[in-house]
Every structure is written in structure tokens, then in C-alpha cells.
């Protein structure tokens, strides 16, 4: 079992910067590819970034592109996503998760609580 928890969530003004950060116990964390997913109000979870078991290759959403960077700690079993230039329409709940990788959440075993990031106009 891998427990996941987020942090660093807020309400910030559009352009403003936000880092979360994913802390993992249990099982070795540098076997699980990592990802970051959100999911905007009323609309379904979507994926946002992903990073490889070593942290050298990372893959983003189009609409996040230059804005986000995604990045590992092996040593502390922790990513993180930070989050520039952000959008209202980058609101949502953001999620951790843990697992085979790609864009797709079935291939993600293990996820955290969430945590909510609010971007105001």
C-alpha cells in the first residue's frame, strides 16, 4: 500500500504562482511513475502531468504547457507540481497519484485526498 497527501493548495489572483507538493509512505516510491490530475467543478477528473520512476522525462496537458513544471524527490518521496501564470480555468481539485503512468487514470493505483487550488479573475 502507498498513501499519498497532498499539500499546498490555495486561492490565489490569476497569475499568480502556486506549488503543491505529494508526500508518499509505504511501498518504495521511485518504482511508481507519478501524476498530477485535477478535476474543475462539475467536470470530470483530467490529467494534467505525469514524471518518470527517475524524474527525467515529464509529460504535460497542452493548456499547461510553460506554465507547469512537474518534479520528483526520490530522497524524500515527494513531487511536486508548480503552478505559474495560473487561470481561473486551472480551479480545481488536484490530485497525486501513483502507479504505471500516462494520461490515463486507470493505469494509477494509489491516490491522494486532493487538495483544492481556486483561481480568481
Known amino acids: 500500500q502507498v498513501q499519498l497527501v497532498e499539500s499546498g493548495g490555495g486561492s490565489v489572483q490569476a497569475g499568480g504562482s502556486l506549488k503543491l507538493s505529494c508526500t508518499a509512505s509505504g511501498r518504495t516510491f521511485s518504482v511508481y511513475i507519478m501524476g498530477w490530475f485535477r478535476q474543475p467543478p462539475g467536470k470530470e477528473r483530467e490529467f494534467v502531468a505525469s514524471i518518470s520512476r527517475s524524474g527525467d522525462n515529464t509529460y504535460l496537458r497542452d493548456s499547461v504547457k510553460g506554465r507547469f513544471t512537474m518534479s520528483r524527490d526520490n530522497a524524500k518521496n515527494t513531487v511536486y507540481l508548480q503552478m505559474n501564470s495560473l487561470k481561473p480555468e486551472d480551479t480545481a481539485v488536484y490530485y497525486c497519484?501513483?502507479?504505471?503512468?500516462?494520461?490515463?487514470?486507470?493505469?494509477?493505483?494509489?491516490w491522494g485526498q486532493g487538495t483544492q487550488v481556486t483561481v480568481s479573475s
Open positions: 497519484a501513483a502507479g504505471q503512468g500516462t494520461r490515463f487514470t486507470s493505469r494509477y493505483d494509489y
